[in-house]
């Protein structure tokens, strides 16, 4: 079946780093444009990075750019997020999706969620 499986999170202290990994299975992510988005505790959902389906352009949320890289590897069919520098402000439950253009609007997939927790 179509799945996004993500693992990679977890407590980690300020100032360190943790990659986020997403499992695609049932589909190719080839065509998709990948994205990771996290919620925090008691704020909305929010767009941190994302990436074409080429890997070859991609975009951050203002508070993470240069610290976070998103990056893919269609052959595995796999998406990452590299997490640099963590600050307390990154702890929130992070997700993975998975979306293409189609006709009258968008395909989307999702993965469960891992959380991050940055605390000393």
């Known amino acids: 079946q179509v799945q996004l499986v993500e693992s990679g999170g977890g407590l980690v202290q300020p100032g360190r780093s943790l990659t986020l990994s997403c499992a695609a299975s049932?589909?190719?992510?080839?065509?998709?444009?990948m994205n990771w988005y996290r919620q925090a505790p008691g704020k909305e959902r929010e767009l941190v990075a994302s990436?074409?389906?080429?890997?070859?352009?991609?975009d951050y949320v203002g508070s993470v750019k240069g610290r976070f890289t998103i990056s893919r590897d269609n052959a595995l069919n796999m998406a990452y997020l590299q997490m640099n520098s963590l600050k307390p402000e990154d702890t929130a439950v992070y997700y993975c999706?998975?979306?293409?253009?189609?006709?009258?609007?968008?395909?989307?997939?999702w993965g469960q969620g891992t959380r991050v927790t940055v605390s000393s």
């Open positions: 049932g589909f190719l992510l080839t065509s998709y444009t």
């Open positions: 999706n998975a979306r293409v253009r189609e006709r009258g609007g968008f395909a989307n997939y």
């Open positions: 990436i074409d389906n080429t890997g070859s352009i991609t």
